[in-house]
């Protein structure tokens, strides 16, 4: 079960006593280029997060674990790591590690590369149909792999009456334990940051139908 979190209520203490509970915050990756509109609404998304974050704190209770997508070892290797990866999510840890968090590792290694590897092929843009077919299947595959090593280390870390923090990008797939409360944080940044994607790539697919008319000349 899901709650998103646009307007909070404040939750009833008996309904939330005995369930484990996942704060469900989604990761915003910035991208290499540095365009200025954008790092403007990650800011703003990163703390309007927090924001959100401090308010269910102060209703369930505050975090004990931490989380992140792609880190796959804990303590300063994994802080490290997550700092590497993300200035917005780092704050996010940060915090929570300075109240008695800590990081549990959710992603194996080699399971984590082969997706990324995976990933990588499909993004190239194959031109065969069978090399296609081959490589999606294998995608399909590791990715199902991954996200039940993602839903099991979640379930053997996350302690009864325990709050979680899990950032991760949206569209995971991943099936949450039946006994775990998740309450999904989307501040009304996200949906501006999504706005500002979908232009970005409205762009870029208009520019290279351009450039295919062009050729087809």
């Not at 790092?39 to 308010?55: S, T």
């Not at 209770?61 to 300063?76: N, P, Q």
């Not at 996010?92 to 997706?115: C, H, M, R, Y």
Request: a positive charge; aromatic letters at 8%.
């Amino acid at each position: 079960m899901v709650e998103k979190l646009g307007r909070l209520t404040k939750p009833s203490a008996k309904k939330f006593k005995k369930d484990r509970k996942l704060i469900f915050v989604p990761l915003i990756i910035q991208p290499f280029e540095q365009d200025k509109e954008f790092k403007e609404l990650f800011e703003k998304y990163w703390k309007q997060a927090q924001e959100h974050i401090n308010n269910l704190e102060g209703k369930l209770g505050i975090i004990k674990t931490i989380y992140h997508e792609l880190i796959t070892h804990s303590g300063k290797s994994g802080i490290t790591s997550i700092k590497k990866i993300n200035a917005g999510s780092y704050k996010i840890v940060n915090n929570s590690l300075n109240k008695g968090a800590i990081i549990q590792p959710i992603e194996d290694d080699d399971t984590l590369l082969e997706f990324m590897d995976w990933s990588r092929c499909i993004s190239i843009g194959l031109q065969n149909q069978k090399v296609f077919s081959q490589v999606y299947k294998s995608f399909i595959e590791v990715q199902k792999k991954r996200n039940e090593i993602i839903t099991n280390n979640i379930d053997k870390t996350l302690k009864n009456n325990q709050i979680g923090l899990l950032l991760m990008r949206e569209g995971h797939q991943i099936q949450f334990p039946r006994d775990i409360q998740v309450f999904y944080v989307a501040p009304p940044s996200l949906d501006e940051l999504r706005r500002w994607a979908q232009n970005k790539d409205d762009i870029i697919q208009k520019k290279r139908q351009g450039e295919k008319e062009e050729g087809d000349k």
